[in-house]
């Protein structure tokens, strides 16, 4: 029992030391700041010795995700290239492909937006049954499609869903109407797929005309392309030398479909909606998703995309192919 006796002893005297090191302390703190006392300093800055840990500061730069479409002299989706096969520029400058995928299996979202304008009116039965059996041929698990009605008003007449039996509900209950707000109708179906995941798609029905619309055709296309969409327009001509025929929403059906990497398709017969509509549905089943980080952070808030063929590829598939995809992207995310 000694040892500990002695041990005991021998600390008083080193714990008398801490108490009054502490008293001192806290006294010290109590009474006020000597007016003679120097301003304090800065603190001195130090380089980093090799095993500080410096601060990392990340910047956040968007994939840019391109879908793209090859086809053949004939029209025929052709889905045999390689991610070396592709050479891919924004404003001129070529990118590194970081993601490069075939027959891509992201998912699908569909606005289908009909006319349901007084102009269309005796097409309308076709284009249903035409809309009907290409929902019935596209639609996987996966996959959601919403329908939209344009007359006077624009009208989502069923909300996304992969249930065939409720698209056909709704096809049997669209309305009509005198005018035609057909660039609202491409305006609010961009809205709703800028809130999707995956390939977004506009399938639009229409003689092009639009006599009503508060929104115009730049702010149309401006909402398409923010929202990454890939417009297809099947154009209504039921008479081709008709007096009354709207060219000039024709052409704007057109170059909107050009933009935004899609198609354009004229139809005058039941025969015609449904061979649109397969064309549709094959190509949507083999696009390439081509997706790259901008080398350039800063820029212009528009940034055009140009996607080539390798003269190899050209050479290996021993037929002409054709590439489409979207013109370009906007820096900003939001619909304005």
Known sequence: MKPR?????????????????????????????????????????????????????????????????????EGAPYSKLRKEDFRIFEDGVEQKLAIFERESALPLSIV???????????????????????????LRPVDAISLYEFSTYVSQALPFTHDERSVDA??????????????????????????????????????GGDTVSKTDYPEALRAAQVSEDIIYS????????????????????????????G??????????????????????????????YPMNRTGPEFRRIRIELTTEARQSARRELSVRHRAGYYNSSKIQ
């Open 5 to 73: 006796v002695l041990l005991v002893m021998t600390s008083l005297p080193i714990a008398a030391l801490l108490l009054g090191a502490l008293l001192v302390s806290a006294l010290a703190q109590e009474l006020p700041p000597s007016r003679s006392a120097a301003t304090p300093r800065p603190p001195v800055r130090r380089n980093a010795a090799p095993g500080d840990t410096a601060p990392s500061f990340k910047v956040a730069v968007k994939l840019v995700n391109v879908f793209v479409s090859v086809v053949d002299g």
């Open 112 to 138: 289908m937006a009909l006319d349901t304008s007084l102009s269309t009116r005796k097409d309308l039965a076709l284009e249903i049954a035409s809309a009907r059996r290409f929902t019935h041929d596209i």
């Open 170 to 207: 709704a096809l049997n209950h669209l309305r009509t109407g005198p005018a035609t707000a057909l660039y609202d109708a491409i305006y609010l179906g961009s809205q709703a797929l800028q809130r999707r995941q995956g390939r977004k798609v506009i399938v639009l029905i229409s003689d």
């Open 234 to 261: 099947i154009i209504m001509v039921p008479i081709e030398a008709d007096a009354g025929r709207d060219v000039g929403g024709e052409h704007a059906l057109i170059q909107l479909s050009q933009d935004t990497g």
């Open 263 to 292: 198609k354009y398709y004229y139809a005058t017969s039941a025969a015609q909606l449904d061979d649109a509509f397969r064309q549709i549905g094959d190509e949507l089943r083999t696009q390439y998703l081509l997706a790259y």
